[in-house]
């Protein structure tokens, strides 16, 4: 069976070198000429533990090709995955534009039966906006499907979700199209929920909101948490006993990043909004999260009292570990807000650095270091942003000896604080005494 993925960025790679993984024959389709010779040559232009092997045995085994030619890639196979970006607007909702172009451009050159399949996110009904865009620019009659089949790849582990789902959804409109999906993911042993377009639709805003709700959630527990005494960590390990609660995604901190929640949950917001429904619980958990940036920059002002001059080390840029992503990272208001108070910074990521001197350039007031250690000597606080393992193993009789002042300011959680202050560090962290 052969596939063509349409969008090289995160979701487009995973998809389509995964499929080939399992034993498909895939062409993905990209834009940006330099990162298709990039990765025909075998290189991943995003980091993503896994997946530049996962290329290389797919290159050798002849099952996978890039291109820039969506004519190419609409020849090649009767299922087209859309892969392509839906940024936010400036009123929160998708822009949807690059879909359209996928549509149209399908409709103008198809020549038999094709069926697309939506993966990137998009709000509930988009399914009926490209079916129409297909019957409007289709030149002569030829049979088609739209089918909506979210995924739910985390950045870091995308791999691993991809070939051991907890689900996948598929929503269609015939058997036909729900015949090739099911044996596209005969190989995946997952549970497999078939449902209309829409609600495939709606399930993935669904989620992705739920989960960044129950973030939200914790982090508003946390502040309670530091004003009652309390311990935000027992507190969330108390309640993910209960089944119906779940312990996942109940980890205090300085909040959601990334290039999923802030945008799904803001255009789920405006999507309803559209549809009359008042969806201000949504807006709620968006402020909290806004506010972790102010909550967090209060807590290393409270430590440090003024900032003008103070030298800080920043472990951690990317908005979670395990990826080079820095798109809305929380790292990034609060280097801004430290930097403004007049800080001096020494920076430190294991994967991210590349990506955020393209924001921040390296100057008089913010060095990057070569590593954890280097980035700490002689300062007077160090802040952590991301819990990336390397800093959860680092050795902290170093860390004390080579900071000017053993303040640790962890923004999640990453250290116990009775241990902290056993080896002698004024230990601020989220929620926690
Ligand atoms: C998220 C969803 O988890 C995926 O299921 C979904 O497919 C993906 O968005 C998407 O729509 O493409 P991702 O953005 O890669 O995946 O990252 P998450 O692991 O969900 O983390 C998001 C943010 O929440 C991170 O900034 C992380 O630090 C934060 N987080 C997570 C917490 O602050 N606390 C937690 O307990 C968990």
Redesign the pocket.
């Known amino acids: 069976m052969r596939i063509t993925v349409v969008g090289g960025g995160y979701?487009g790679l995973t998809t389509g070198i995964c499929f080939s993984h399992l034993g498909y024959e895939v062409k993905v389709v990209e834009k940006v000429p330099q990162k298709v010779s990039m990765l025909n040559e075998g290189v991943v232009p995003i980091y993503e533990p896994g997946l530049e092997d996962m290329l290389k045995d797919s290159l050798r085994l002849k099952r996978i090709s890039f291109t820039t030619d969506l004519i190419e890639g609409l020849e090649f196979s009767e299922v087209i995955f859309i892969c392509v970006g839906t940024p936010q607007q400036e009123d929160g909702s998708a822009d949807l534009s690059q879909v359209e172009e996928v549509a149209r451009l399908t409709a103008e050159h198809m020549k038999s039966y094709k069926l697309l399949v939506e993966k990137s996110?998009v709000p509930v009904n988009t399914h009926k906006l490209i079916k129409k865009t297909l019957q409007r620019y289709m030149k002569r009659h030829v049979e088609f499907d739209v089918a909506s089949n979210p995924?739910?790849?985390?950045?870091?582990s995308a791999v691993k979700d991809f070939l051991e789902p907890d689900r996948i959804v598929v929503g269609v409109e015939s058997e036909r199209a729900k015949n090739i999906l099911q044996k596209l993911y005969e190989p995946i042993k997952a549970p497999i929920l078939f449902t209309d377009p829409a609600t495939a639709e709606l399930i993935k805003h669904a989620?992705?909101s739920f989960?960044a709700m129950k973030?939200s959630f914790i982090n508003m527990i946390s502040d309670l948490c530091e004003k009652t005494g309390a311990d935000v960590k027992l507190v969330a390990d108390g309640m993910g006993y209960d089944k119906r609660i779940g312990r996942a995604?109940?980890?205090a901190?300085i909040?959601?990043?990334?290039?999923?929640?802030p945008k799904?949950v803001r255009a789920f917001i405006k999507m309803a909004e559209d549809y009359g429904v008042d969806f201000s619980l949504l807006r709620e958990v968006d402020k909290i999260n806004v506010r972790r940036i102010e909550n967090f920059i209060e807590k290393v002002k409270n430590a440090l009292w003024s900032l003008k001059n103070k030298k800080l080390a920043v472990w951690g840029l990317s908005?979670?570990p395990n990826t080079d992503d820095i798109r809305e990272a929380p790292s990034i208001k609060i280097v801004s807000a430290l930097l403004r108070e007049g800080a001096r910074l020494q920076l430190y990521d294991p994967k991210a650095m590349d990506n955020f001197r393209r924001i921040f350039p390296e100057g008089e007031d913010l060095t990057y270091a070569r590593d954890m250690y280097e980035a700490i000597k002689g300062c007077d606080a160090l802040l952590i942003l991301t819990e990336w393992e390397e800093f959860k193993k680092a050795d902290l009789e170093r860390v004390k000896h080579l900071l000017k002042l053993p303040i640790v300011i962890d923004g999640r959680n990453i250290y116990e604080p009775a241990h902290m202050r056993e080896l002698g560090f004024e230990y601020y962290c989220m929620g926690r005494r």
Do not use: M
């Not at 995924?151 to 870091?156: A, N, Q, T």
């Open positions: 979701v996110t995924e739910f790849l985390r950045e870091g989620s992705n989960l973030i995604f109940l980890d901190g909040g959601w990043g990334g290039s999923c929640f799904d908005f979670k």
